[in-house]
C-alpha cells in the first residue's frame, strides 16, 4: 500500500511538473507576441512621428486610436459594427447549418456522389463577388442580398471539409457500429459525426474568415452602414484614420471569432492530447 501511494504521489507531482511547464511555455509565447506587436507598433508610430511615411496615407497609431475613441463615444462606431455582425454571423451560421449536413450526406452516399458531383463542381469555383449584381436582382440592396452572398461563401469550404471528413473515416468504426447494430441516424450521431469534427471544424475556421472579407466586399457596393462602409468613406473623404478603425475592426473580430472556435475546438477533442 505504501508502495502504491509513493507511486500515486510521483504520478500526480509528475503531472503537476507537466502542466506548471506547459503554462509557462505558453505564457513566454503570449509575451513574445504581444512584443512583436509592441515593436510593430513602435516602428509604425515613430515613421510617421518623423515623417519618413506620408500621415495621410499611413497615419500614426496615436490618431487611429483617437478616432476610434471619437466614434465610439458618438455611437457611430456601434452604428457600423452591429449590422457588420449581423450580416456577417447569419451569413455563417446559415451556410453551417446547410452545409454541414450536406456535406456529410454527399461524403456517406456514393450515389449522391454521382449524381451531383459534377453540379457540384460547376458552381464551386463561382466567385461570390461576381453574384452581387444578383443577389441585389433578386433580394434587393437590404441585408437580405448580403446575407446571402456571404453564406455562399461560407458554404463551400464548410461543405467540402465535411465531406473530407466523411470519406477519412477509418472503416474499421463504420463496421464496429454495423457489429454494434447500430445504424441509421445513430450511426450518424454517434460515429460519423464525431470522426467528422476535426475537419468540419477546419472548415468553419476558413470560412469565418471567408464571411469577414466578403462582408466588407458587400458593405462597399451597396451599404449606408458597416465596417465595409466605413472604410470605403474614410478613403472617399481623405480621412485615412476613420478607415484604418475599420481595417483594425474587421482584423480584431476575425482573430475573435478564430479563437472561439479554437477553444470550442480545444474542448470537445481534449480526448486528443
Known sequence: MAETSTLNADASGDAANLASGMHLRFAKSAWQRLAILIAIGVVWEASTRLHLVDPLFLPPLSGIFMTFVGLLASGEFVEHLMPSLHRALSG???AAAFGVPLGCAFG???RAQAYFGTVIEVFRPVPPISLIPLAILWLGIGDLSKIGIIAWACFWPIFLNSVLGVQSINPILIKSAAIMEIRGLRLFLKVILPASLPQ???G????LAISLIVLVATEMIGADRGLGYLILEGERTFQSTRMFVGIFSIAIIGYCFNEILLRI???LFRYKR
Not at 204 to 207: A, F
Open 265 to 267: 475546438e480545444r474542448i
Open 108 to 110: 456517406w452516399s456514393n
Open 204 to 207: 468553419l475556421r476558413i470560412s
Open 92 to 94: 455563417f451560421f446559415l
Open 200 to 202: 468540419i471544424f477546419t
